[in-house]
């Protein structure tokens, strides 16, 4: 297998997301990738951030994990992108550097790349779906190719059933959501490997 390399990106307010992203990154380790795991710059005020205990303490958390760059974007063959819903479409930090990556569009660098997607939200009707569906509507823009888990392994029926990408209620991913993203970012692996090939 030729080995790809796969972005895992996400944004995290209370830890939900960062856990998705560290167990995918470690499926895609595991699987024969070569990973890089990145965070999405906080946008939010540091005075509203640190005025709630559980984001600062995630923020603090995360900050020895780099903040991800235009050239992780050149560099990686396919993407798993993690954040939550935020009526029905992803966090507003995550769309802010969506928005910064005319320049990579514009020159073809997004084009013909994997990408896959999950996200959490406060209950199982908060959007989740509609995010997911959003970024895959985004992705295709740049010409590349969507990666879904569908339903390919029990584990996506363990984890709540959604074919789309795994899902989270915030605060409670567990063993079988973890198996359901292993899956998702396996398959993200083997597919890019096929394209790469």
Do not use: C
């Not at 984001?55 to 396919?78: L, R, Y």
């Not at 073809?108 to 908060?126: C, E, I, M, R, V």
């Not at 584990?155 to 209620?169: L, T």
């Amino acid at each position: 297998m030729t080995k790809p390399n796969i972005l895992v990106v996400f944004y995290s307010t209370y830890g939900t997301n960062h856990a998705v992203a560290q167990a995918a990154a470690e499926a895609a380790g595991a699987a024969g990738a070569e990973v890089r795991l990145r965070r999405i710059a906080e946008t939010a005020p540091e005075a509203v951030v640190n005025g709630q205990d559980a984001w600062k303490a995630q923020a603090e958390k995360t900050s020895d994990i780099p903040v991800v760059s235009h050239e992780d974007m050149e560099w990686a063959d396919g993407y798993f992108f993690s954040a939550p819903t935020r009526y029905g479409v992803s966090a507003s930090q995550l769309r802010v550097f969506i928005d910064t990556l005319g320049p990579l569009w514009m020159k073809g660098a997004l084009a013909n790349k994997t990408f896959t997607a999950t996200t959490s939200a406060q209950n199982a009707h908060g959007g989740q779906e509609a995010t997911i569906l959003s970024l895959y509507t985004t992705v295709m823009h740049w010409g590349a190719i969507i990666v879904a888990p569908g339903y390919t392994d029990p584990a996506i029926f363990e984890a709540g059933g959604n074919p789309y990408g795994y899902s989270a209620n915030a605060g409670s991913f567990d063993d079988k959501g973890r198996a359901a993203v292993a899956h998702q970012a396996k398959r993200l692996v083997a597919m890019t490997a096929k394209l790469k090939a």
